[in-house]
Structures are given as C-alpha cells and as structure tokens.
C-alpha cells in the first residue's frame, strides 16, 4: 500500500473550504500538510449533489482527463479497453481534455470514437489541472450529474496512484471500480475506513444500493465536517 501522499493542491483548497464553510476562522484551519489527512469536501459540495436528485440511467461512466501527460495516458488506458468491452447504449464515456489546443493534435491522431456512449467529441468539459490553482475548487455539475446518474464509475489513477474521482462516486452514490487497491486511499487512515468497491478483473459487478448507502453514510463521516447531518 501507498502511504502519505499529501493533499494535492485541489484538496487543499478544500480542505480550507471545508473548514471556513464550518465556521472555522482562517488562523484555525489546521495545516494540512502537517500530518496524514483524510481529504476533506465542503458542506456546500455535499449540498450540491444531494440537490441532483438524479435516477440511475448510467450502468458505466468515465469522464475524465486522458491525455494530460504520458503518465496519465498509461493510468487510463485501461478505461478505453474496459468501455470497449463493457459499455453500452446504457453507458457514458468522455474524454475531458480535448479543448487544450496543445493537444488537439492527439485526439486528431489517437482518439477514435469508441461507441454511442462515447462523448467525447459532442460535449465539453472541466479539467482542474488546465486551469490556475485558485480555480480548481470549482463545482463542475455535469461530471457530478454523470456520477450521479451512473451505477458504477471507472476510477483510474491520474499522474498519482489515486485518483479524487474514487472519493466523489461515493458521495454520488456510484460504486467505484478500480484497478488496485492501491488506487483506494492515500494514506492508511482512508484504507482503514473500508469502503466497498470493485477491482478491475472481479467476475460479477452487481449494483448493491446497501453498498451505496454505507459507503455514502463513511463519506460523511469521514470526509466531511458537517458531522452526519446530511446523512
């Protein structure tokens, strides 16, 4: 197992929303880089999904950054071949980073449209990392609505091993499915929280709504500062 990977920098700033949404004044935010944290998100984040209120229309989601760099193209590749395999009518494929004009070129030369559920090319989308540090904290409410709407959200690791995506399926109720148990945690304080999901290669994925639910009721407990009253 990973051990210690700190905050990113767009879990920092949530982390110091989480607190100043509690009330917590900017001299009280414990530092958090100090020790092993658990990542926290913002009562208003939890807000937010909660208001969805969106039916399952989804079996399959991935929608994500691919080609940001060489480390998160070969972290994904896996989502392309598990899509190919496993997705439908029913599923929802996007590839998020199209719009960097940098990259442009790649999606021209690599990235073929893999199905009916691939919209990739019909929409666009939010990538934390194409945009100032400041702004990553933004709410991006059509990736929410697609967790949401999903039974099960592929969530491979980005340029680390984890990735934010795995934490956000379970506050929309989606099962994650992952490629390692590594890709679960950052540190052993969130392994040791034991949150259900599905590895990559298990033969038989069922959408459990008990699952959900517990997995759910552990976010908020853990993740959050808003001590169960959104549960």
Known sequence: MQNNIPLSPRLVNLWKQSYIEAGFSASEIPDPDEKPRICLYPKSYIEQVN????????????????????????????????AKQHFTSNSFYQITD????????????????????????????????????????????DYFKVLCQ???TLCPAGDAPW???FYESLLSKSIPIVEKIQHTGRNDLEYSIGYKYYLLG????????????DNYKK????HTLVNDELV
């Open 51 to 82: 208001a969805l209120y969106l039916d399952k229309i989804y079996d399959f989601n991935f929608r994500g950054a691919l080609y940001l760099d060489e480390e998160t193209r070969k972290n994904r590749q896996w989502t392309i071949d598990f």
């Open 98 to 141: 199209r719009n960097a004009k940098q990259r442009n070129w790649l999606f021209k030369t690599r990235h073929k449209v893999l199905g009916c559920f691939d919209y990739t090319f019909a929409c666009s989308g939010f990538v934390p990392k194409e945009n100032n540090i400041e702004n990553r904290g933004y709410f991006d409410e």
């Open 150 to 152: 999903s039974q099960f």
């Open 163 to 165: 990735s934010m995506r």
């Open 202 to 213: 298990d033969d038989k994925m069922i959408y459990r709504p008990d699952w959900v639910e």
């Open 219 to 222: 976010f908020i407990r853990f």
